[in-house]
C-alpha cells in the first residue's frame, strides 16, 4: 500500500515578532486578527511598552543594564541588549520555518535589536522576512540617521527586508491624525503578512509552499509590498490602477525585481481571461521579466471582487546608500501636506 506523505501546506510554522515598541504596537494589530498557523510575540528592553502588547508571548531583554527602562533611543543600546540575550532569543524563536520581523526604525531597540534577531532566526534556518517603518518628517535628524544606519546593517542579515516610509503618509490625501497614520500602517503591514500567509495555508488549484517561497525570497533583499482590489466589470483594471499607486512602491525600482510573489483572491466568477490579463498586468508593472508566482484562489463571499497582494522581492539597492539627511525631508513639505491641512481619512486598506 502506498502510504502518502503529510501535506506542507498547514503545517507551515510561521512566527512574527514585534521588536520595539513601534513593531509591538504593528503585531498586536495582527494577532487580533488570529491569522491560521501564525503565532505572535514581541521583544523590547522596556517593561511599560511590553505592558502594552499583553495579547502576545514577550520576551524583554537587557534586563541587565537597562533596568526595563528601554534603550534610551540608543541603537548600540537595543544592540547590546539583544546580543546580551542572544540565547533567551534564540529560544524565544524557536523552530520557525518563516520568521517575520516588524519593527520601527529610528530609535533604540528596534532599530539596534531587530537586526540581531534577524541574525539568530536565519541561524535557526528560518526564512526571514523584516517589514520595518521609517521615521516620520516631523522626527528628528538623528532619528533618520539612525533609521538609514539601521536599514544598512539589516539587510545583510535577512532574506527580505520591506522599508516602510512614514514620509509618504504626509503626501497622501486623506490623512489628518497620527492615529489615523499609524492605523493605515498598522494596516498595510497586516495585510503583506496575510498575503504572505494565505500563499502557502490556504489551499488551492494553484498555491504555493514553504519550499517554493525559499526558492523565491532566500536572499532576495530590498523588496516592496503593494495592494490593490476591484469591483464589478473593470475590477482587474481597478485593481491594478491601485497596485501601481500603492504610497509603497517606487516605480523606478521595480525593473529591477528578481521576482513576484502574488496572492490573487476573487469570487467563482473569476475568469481565466481576468486571470490572464492580471499576470499581464502585473509583468508590465516591472517593466522587466522576473519570476511572476501567482497563488490564485476563489471564495464565494467574493464575487464581483478580485484582491490581490504583491510581494516585489530583490530589488536593486541604490547607488549610493541614503544618508540621514536624505531621508529627513523638508519641513517646508509638511504646511502643505494632508496631514496639516486637516484632510478626511481614507479608507483602511481591505481584506
Known sequence: MIE???PELGTVRVKV???????G??????????LPGVECAAVNTAIKDLGNVTEVRQLRIGAGFTKGHGAGMD???????????????RDFLGDNDIVILVAGFGKGTGTGATPVVAELARENGALTL???????????RK?????????????????????????????????????????????????AVRGLVEVIVRGGRMSHDLADLRTLLRG??????????????????????????????????????RSLLANIAGGTDLTLHEIAELQAELQA?????????????????????????????????????????DLFLDRGLLRGSPVARGAAGPARPGR
Open 130 to 140: 523584516a517589514f520595518v517603518t521609517t521615521p516620520m518628517p516631523i522626527e528628528t
Open 17 to 23: 515578532v514585534g521588536v520595539g515598541n513601534a513593531g
Open 285 to 325: 508593472l516591472t517593466g522587466a521579466e522576473p519570476t511572476l508566482a501567482p497563488a490564485i484562489w476563489q471564495d464565494e463571499s467574493l464575487q464581483g471582487e478580485v484582491r490581490i497582494t504583491v510581494l516585489v522581492a530583490g530589488l536593486a539597492e541604490t547607488a549610493a546608500a541614503r544618508t540621514g539627511d
Open 25 to 34: 504596537m504593528i503585531v498586536k494589530r495582527i494577532a487580533r486578527e488570529a
Open 75 to 89: 541603537p548600540q543600546v537595543g544592540r547590546k541588549a539583544a546580543l546580551e540575550d542572544a540565547n533567551a532569543i
Open 4 to 6: 502518502l506523505a503529510e
Open 220 to 257: 532576495a533583499g530590498l523588496s516592496a509590498f503593494a495592494m490593490g482590489a476591484g469591483k464589478g466589470e473593470d475590477r482587474v483594471a481597478a485593481a491594478v490602477r491601485e497596485l501601481a499607486e500603492f504610497p509603497f512602491i517606487d516605480a523606478d525600482r521595480l525593473g529591477t525585481a
Open 143 to 191: 532619528h533618520h540617521q539612525n533609521a538609514a544606519e539601521g536599514l544598512a546593517e539589516l539587510k545583510q542579515k535577512v532574506d527580505v527586508y520591506v522599508p516602510l516610509s512614514n514620509e509618504r503618509l504626509f503626501t497622501m490625501p486623506g490623512l489628518s491624525t497620527l492615529a489615523q497614520a499609524w492605523t493605515y500602517m498598522d494596516e498595510v503591514v497586516l495585510a
